[in-house]
């Protein structure tokens, strides 16, 4: 089932399930959003993932395409580098002309339960080795690009550089609010959020807007 929704239509529906018994509790929408995360869609850069001799679309948010895709910041990719070190629920914080900074992980949460460090780890943007998709959740099945052999990797500014994270209540379990980072697999975009330190997907895909 394919769910089209914006951003500001979830951070109403948040505000709408949290605030509607008490008037005294009732704020903005940017009020509510930036009190659980802060993130706002400024300038900055983006890297286009191009296929050799083919031309992506810098504007595109539709994802993974047959000419390549987009990385942005505050998303999640599953990205090998050259080290040979693969991060699959990594957040991209910041994109330089030359380089990319990655989460160990989702959030300190997810990195006590995996029993790692939560770091920053700064990588060359040359490092990209690989990307994975996931095709199939309960399978495990991901397909793999080669970055280096068949992908030239673009760095451009934009005037909106982030994918802005949803912030979500759910409402099925006891009103939590979720942090939910957008995550690219071969059918589009869906989102992650993480609950006890364990990462689980939302149950149907979405598309950002």
């Given at each position: 089932m394919k769910i089209k929704f914006t951003l500001f239509f979830l951070l109403i529906l948040s505000i709408n399930l949290n605030a509607q018994n008490s008037k005294k509790d009732s704020i903005s929408g940017e009020e509510f959003y930036k009190k659980h995360f802060n993130c706002d869609y400024n300038e900055g850069n983006i890297i286009v993932v191009q296929r050799?001799?083919?031309?992506?679309?810098?504007?595109?948010?539709s994802g993974l395409t047959k000419s390549g895709f987009i990385i942005r910041m505050e998303a999640i990719y599953d990205l090998e580098f050259t080290d040979d070190k693969r991060y699959r629920t990594s957040i991209v914080k910041k994109i330089t002309t030359d380089s990319i900074t990655l989460t160990s992980t989702f959030n300190?949460?997810?990195?006590?339960?995996?029993?790692?460090?939560?770091?920053?780890?700064t990588y060359s943007i040359k490092a990209i080795k690989k990307a994975r998709f996931i095709n199939d959740r309960s399978l495990g099945i991901y397909f793999?690009?080669?970055?280096?052999?068949?992908?030239?990797?673009?760095?451009?500014?934009?005037?909106?550089?982030?994918?802005?994270?949803?912030?979500?209540?759910?409402?099925?379990?006891?009103?939590?609010?979720?942090?939910?980072?957008?995550?690219?697999?071969?059918?589009?975009?869906?989102?992650l959020f993480e609950t006890n330190g364990f990462i689980d997907f939302?149950?149907?895909r979405v598309d950002w807007q």
């Open positions: 050799k001799g083919k031309k992506m679309d810098s504007n595109s948010h300190e949460n997810s990195a006590k339960y995996e029993g790692i460090k939560y770091e920053l780890i793999k690009r080669n970055i280096q052999k068949r992908y030239d990797l673009i760095v451009k500014k934009v005037d909106k550089a982030k994918m802005c994270p949803a912030v979500l209540t759910f409402t099925k379990r006891n009103n939590e609010i979720k942090v939910c980072h957008y995550y690219l697999t071969s059918q589009g975009w869906n989102i939302l149950e149907y």
